[in-house]
């Protein structure tokens, strides 16, 4: 057998990346357990508590759906199962545009309500557009991973149900890491992926549909078969998935639903909420000195797992990246039509504030380098 190349990987706590995080050792080696039936006993015990931690991660009393597919598969299946009817996109960047997309290609009449680049949606603006037209359902993201930008989900979800219309929710990185309460904010689904604030490998997705949005679901149709979330709530109820699940990533779930569990989600949210504080205050402080550091968000809309750094003229997203990484950390570049402006860190997941605070000064140290700043 011929042995892959050597590879270079990251050093443990110095992986920033707005997803895939970085996985815990004893996570990743949970994978490494035997095969076993997906339709056997020892595998519904596993799915029960699987279900259960999850449960708490998206406090609700629902089944929780387990894909073996990345974050966007539930993406589409939600579009999918929509009730008939033209769809409203809140569209905030680079993740709404991608619901609306699929919306489209899923040949759903989609109308887009545009929020500006760096803002969270305003509810009241939802409600508007929701009073202009009758909508089947709206789409929005909870936390615009391309530009750091948090929406009040509860609010736009009070405005969709009092129009009769389905709130469907991208919570990619917004679960785990930010305040999210699918029951109590009557969502119709709400969605997540395995490699963000669950800090778990890529290559599972996580969603939760109301007893109301799973009545539509049944009858939709061309909802097709992968993403049938009828189907997916069936299986879920018999602590099953309704294909062959990928066994290696549930193992390593089931083991970080664990930890999780043990921490606490509400102490979750609040070690994200304090990881994006300590960047909050790194780029205030930074742009006292380095006028245009600072973060794109304004204070209010600023995602607990995500910021996005805007940059001084002459300094791209790309130098910071390849400057944190000869320093050994790895952040992410800016995302879409930010790409050269910004870029992303990714403070979620396992990590802690010191651990932030180190990326954040080997980042500090590469703008003052390249603006002949001292430091
Ligand atoms: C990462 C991400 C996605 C896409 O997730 P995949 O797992 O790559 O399909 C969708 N929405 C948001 C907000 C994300 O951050």
């Not at 759903?108 to 089947?136: C, N, Q």
């Not at 790194?282 to 006028?291: D, F, I, K, Q, V």
Request: hydrophobic share 40%; charged share 20%; glycine share 12%.
């Amino acid at each position: 057998m011929t042995a892959p190349p050597p590879m270079d990987f990251p050093a443990p706590g110095t992986f920033f990346l707005p997803g895939p995080t970085e996985v815990r050792p004893e996570v990743l080696a949970a994978m490494t357990r035997p095969m076993i039936s997906h339709r056997s006993k020892v595998f519904e015990g596993m799915f029960a508590r699987i279900q259960d931690g999850l449960r708490a991660v998206f406090l609700t009393e629902r089944p929780v759906f387990v894909s073996t597919s990345s974050a966007t598969g539930f993406m589409e299946g939600a579009v999918r199962c929509a009730p008939d009817g033209p769809i409203l996109a809140v569209v905030g960047g680079a993740f709404g545009e991608r619901f609306a997309h699929i919306g489209r290609n899923c040949e759903r009449d989609v109308d887009v309500l545009e929020v500006p680049l760096g803002r969270g949606a305003d509810p009241d603006d939802v409600a508007r557009a929701l009073g202009r037209r009758r909508y089947a359902a709206v789409t929005v993201v909870h936390s615009e991973s391309s530009t750091g930008a948090l929406t009040d989900i509860r609010a736009v979800a009070a405005a969709a149900t009092q129009h009769g219309a389905q709130c469907l929710v991208d919570s990619v990185t917004g679960a785990a890491g930010a305040e999210l309460r699918v029951d109590e904010w009557g969502l119709g689904f709400a969605l997540t992926g395995s490699q963000k604030a669950l800090a778990l490998p890529p290559g599972l997705a996580f969603g939760v549909a109301s007893a109301e949005f799973i009545g539509h679901a049944a009858h939709a149709r061309g909802r097709g078969m992968y993403f049938d979330l009828a189907e997916f709530e069936e299986f879920a109820k018999k602590n099953q998935t309704p294909n062959t699940p990928a066994l290696p990533l549930l193992y390593a779930l089931d083991a970080q639903l664990a930890r999780v569990r043990e921490e606490t989600i509400a102490a979750r949210w609040a070690r994200h909420r304090a990881m994006a504080e300590a960047t909050h205050r790194w780029a205030a402080s930074l742009g006292e000195r380095l006028p245009g550091v600072g973060i794109l968000a304004p204070e209010g809309e600023r995602s607990p797992t995500v910021s996005a750094v805007t940059l001084p003229d002459g300094i791209t997203g790309d130098d910071v990246v390849k400057g944190a990484k000869a320093r050994g950390f790895t952040v992410g570049g800016g995302y879409g039509p930010l790409k050269g402006r910004t870029f992303r860190v990714g403070h979620m997941g396992d990590h802690t504030v010191d651990g932030v605070q180190r990326c954040l000064d080997a980042c500090a140290e590469v703008l003052a380098e390249r603006s002949g700043l001292k430091h």
